[in-house]
């Protein structure tokens, strides 16, 4: 549907082009009038081109007749009525009828204008011969073809027009899908380095300063009672003590703030609860298995990254209407299993992402990237599984609650 606005009325919306062929028209307009009215041979007519020039000034810069189509239409009646006075009283104001075509197709819907159209070209043809002119095929062919050259032009630029606004909506959503995108590299950007900072504190110093204070106790408890670097050594422990606290607190200020206040099992509970994932999407179930034990950072960020990104690729790509997420605790690993019921794929035919998201290869690369294993089970209607484990050491088994 057209805008209700006439693009060659509506002065402030006006692009230089359309500002220009308004103009035109109403020099167009202008000049045939002026034409009819100096070689009308009665001063009837002259006055009735004065008259449809008035009623067309007036309605160029009336306000309702830019905003609203039934105003338009009405002063478009109005218009063609002084018209085919003048065409009565001189045949000159058959010129007139070119203008009026573009004001039918630019202010009238389609079912209305092409019919205004036909019938002002068809009051041209009769005037002229009404006002004694031979029949000739130039009679019938001048107005005719006026009328077809207004209706393609017509037709073209509103064309035009339609194809510049899906092209300037399509760009204002390109603009606003690169903001979008920005921030969310940024976010991502920042929530890598966290838990990348949080990885390196606990890999070195956190363990550094717990096996310094493991030796520590060794070398206390080899050393007589009454050895004068008894006190030392309970300081220097003491001190490294303090320090690997401070540590584990600054990995925990660098963790998501899905684990910040509550363990890995808590946060994937919360993650399959109804609104909690991305999107409108299956039901998802969540289950433990084994008796829980405390794990690195590292381990609980690694395992709550892949469910979310698992997840999120059950919600946008598989159709399911189930899904269970299950964190196994065993003797020597830990596992993820994220099923679903939904489309299935075939695992071979996946690329890694372009955008660099949380993708199957991303997936996979986090969990090699601390010593696990990732596997991934689908087939074209057979749902999908997705599986890591993650090695876990003496140190690493601690019962949950405890320290690391």
């Not at 130039?138 to 209706?151: D, E, M, Q, Y």
């Not at 996979?364 to 601390?370: I, P």
Request: some cysteine.
């Amino acid at each position: 549907m057209r805008p209700r606005s006439s693009p060659h009325l509506a002065r402030r919306s006006l692009t230089p082009a359309p500002f220009a062929l308004r103009l035109c028209l109403h020099l167009l307009m202008a000049g045939l009038l002026v034409l009819a009215a100096v070689r009308a041979h009665s001063a009837a007519g002259t006055v009735a081109a004065a008259v449809t020039g008035a009623v067309y000034a007036a309605g160029s810069h009336l306000p309702p007749v830019r905003t609203s189509r039934r105003a338009a239409a009405v002063w478009l009646g109005v218009l063609g009525a002084s018209w085919l006075v003048m065409l009565c009283l001189t045949a000159e104001a058959l010129w007139v009828a070119f203008p009026l075509y573009f004001l039918q197709l630019h202010l009238l819907p389609a079912r209305w204008s092409l019919p205004a159209v036909a019938l002002t070209a068809g009051a041209a043809i009769l005037s002229y011969v009404g006002h004694g002119a031979a029949l000739n095929p130039g009679v019938f062919i001048g107005p005719l073809l006026g009328a077809a050259v207004a209706v393609a032009t017509v037709l073209g630029y509103q064309a035009l027009y339609r194809e510049s606004e899906r092209r300037r909506r399509l760009i204002e959503e390109l603009i606003a899908t690169r903001a979008e995108l920005a921030a969310a590299e940024r976010h991502a950007g920042t929530l890598a380095e966290r838990e990348r900072l949080a990885r390196e504190i606990h890999d070195t110093l956190a363990q550094g300063l717990s096996s310094i204070q493991l030796l520590l106790r060794a070398a206390e408890r080899a050393l007589p009672p009454d050895s004068p670097a008894a006190g030392h050594i309970e300081r220097a422990r003491r001190a490294a003590q303090d320090n690997l606290t401070e540590a584990r607190r600054f990995v925990r200020a660098l963790t998501p703030s899905d684990l910040e206040h509550g363990s890995l099992a808590a946060a994937l509970e919360r993650l399959c609860e109804p609104g909690a994932g991305p999107g409108a999407g299956p039901r998802v179930r969540f289950s433990v298995s084994g008796t829980p034990v405390e794990l690195p950072t590292p381990y609980e960020v690694a395992l709550l990254r892949i469910a979310q990104s698992a997840l999120a690729n059950t919600v946008r790509h598989a159709s399911a209407s189930r899904a269970e997420i299950t964190l196994s605790f065993m003797d020597a690993s830990v596992t993820l299993d994220v099923v679903d019921d939904g489309q299935g794929f075939e695992p071979g035919s996946v690329r890694p992402s372009s955008e660099g998201g949380f993708g199957l290869p991303a997936m996979r690369s986090r969990a090699e990237s601390l010593g696990g294993t990732f596997t991934v089970e689908s087939a074209p209607g057979q749902g999908t599984a997705v599986a890591v484990s993650l090695p876990l050491s003496d140190k690493d088994s601690l019962p949950a609650g405890g320290s690391a």
